[in-house]
């Protein structure tokens, strides 16, 4: 059974940091594209960030790019988003996501996805 589970949601304040963690599991995982969506309350699901399955490119969303670094241990089938200078407005449920093309994952094709975890940032 595939499954992907996403850890180290929490709450903290403006400025914090936090480091989410997700580990898949049932299947080969070295060759996929992996990534993080969010979705806040009465929002639509939106991309955050992913990683190519060399390790080589990254692409994140213009709102976090510069706060956010998304990293994977290919070993370990884990991909890690760090978050730093968290706002208010990165409040959201966090999902992990993982497709076989970067480029699909980047344009919201997603294979498999967890099921979220809660990151709240109050001011």
């Known amino acids: 059974q595939v499954q992907l589970v996403e850890s180290g949601g929490g709450l903290v304040r403006t400025g914090d940091s936090l480091r989410l963690s997700c580990t898949a599991s049932?299947?080969?995982?070295?060759?996929?594209?992996m990534g993080w969506f969010r979705q806040a309350p009465g929002r639509e699901r939106e991309f955050v960030a992913a990683?190519?399955?060399?390790?080589?490119?990254?692409n994140y969303t213009n709102s976090v790019n510069g706060r956010f670094t998304i990293s994977r241990d290919r070993g370990h089938d884990t991909v890690y988003l760090q978050m730093n200078g968290l706002k208010p407005e990165d409040t959201a449920i966090y999902y992990c996501?993982?497709?076989?093309?970067?480029?699909?994952?980047?344009?919201?094709?997603?294979?498999?996805w967890g099921k979220g975890t809660q990151v709240t940032v109050s001011s």
């Open positions: 990683i190519n399955w060399r390790s080589t490119s990254t």
């Open positions: 996501a993982a497709h076989l093309g970067f480029l699909v994952l980047i344009d919201g094709g997603v294979e498999y």
């Open positions: 049932g299947r080969d995982f070295s060759t996929y594209a």
